[in-house]
T-cell receptor, first 112, second 112 residues
Framework: SAVISQKPSRDICQRGTSLTIQCQVD?????MFWYRQQPGQSLTLIAT?????????ESGFVIDKFPISRPNLTFSTLTVSNMSPEDSSIYLC?????????FGPGTRLTVL | GNSVTQMEGPVTLSEEAFLTINCTYT??????LFWYVQYPGEGLQLLLK?????DKGSNKGFEATYRKETTSFHLEKGSVQVSDSAVYFC???????????FGEGTQLTVNP
């Protein structure tokens, strides 16, 4: 399996600010994914991040709002920009290994 | 496109009761199927998986069988415990490198 850590685990932020979430994996992986889980909802894919190329965003998500970096095979960041209360969610990083996906513990974001 | 439909929840059971959570899917080809569990305040953990028709995934007393003819992957457990209280997500993945498509999630509460 792959062990994934995320920082921060939770944060409370003010409207209009930005937060960068870090995702670290204990092994080298090709595919990394960022998901959003709004309160009481299922998971929605934000984007797929491959090392050395730009992230691929899903419909409804744009790079200006959710810029992603993928500098190497074990690390990625997701920034939530110009936040509003509607961005209050759990943000989860996941990686694919052994034909399945493993998830980090998530970052619980509250925007006031 | 791909989609996953779970039974409407929430589900409330008494300890030692039998559990079934229904899951059906729509996808072309032969996706891999998964059940994830999310305990209160935590991220997602893979519970079990099946990669081809008639495969049975099992873990911690939970089972699910990949039924191609009915496009289903129902989760069952013979005797639930209070510690099984969590949200359960059915999901599919169409091949390596693909995103996960999640169902809506089913909240399970087990009372002593």
């Amino acid at each position: 399996s792959a062990v994934i850590s995320q920082k921060p685990s939770r944060d409370i932020c003010q409207r209009g600010t930005s937060l960068t979430i870090q995702c670290q994996v204990d092994s080298q992986v090709t595919m990394m994914f960022w998901y959003r889980q709004q309160p009481g909802q299922s998971l929605t894919l934000i984007a797929t991040a491959n090392q050395g190329s730009e992230a691929t965003y899903e419909s409804g998500f744009v790079i200006d709002k959710f810029p992603i970096s993928r500098p190497n095979l074990t690390f990625s960041t997701l920034t939530v920009s110009n936040m509003s209360p509607e961005d209050s969610s759990i943000y989860l990083c996941s990686v694919e290994a052994y034909n399945e996906q493993f998830f980090g513990p998530g970052t619980r974001l509250t925007v006031l | 496109g791909n989609s996953v439909t779970q039974m409407e929840g929430p589900v409330t059971l008494s300890e030692e009761a039998f559990l079934t959570i229904n899951c059906t899917y729509t996808a072309t080809g032969y996706p891999s199927l998964f059940w994830y569990v999310q305990y209160p305040g935590e991220g997602l953990q893979l519970l079990l998986k099946a990669t081809k028709a008639d495969d049975k995934g099992s873990n911690k007393g939970f089972e699910a069988t990949y039924r191609k003819e009915t496009t289903s992957f129902h989760l069952e457990k013979g005797s639930v415990q209070v510690s099984d209280s969590a949200v359960y997500f059915c999901a599919l993945m169409r091949g390596s490198g693909s995103r996960l498509t999640f169902g809506e999630g089913t909240q399970l509460t087990v009372n002593p």
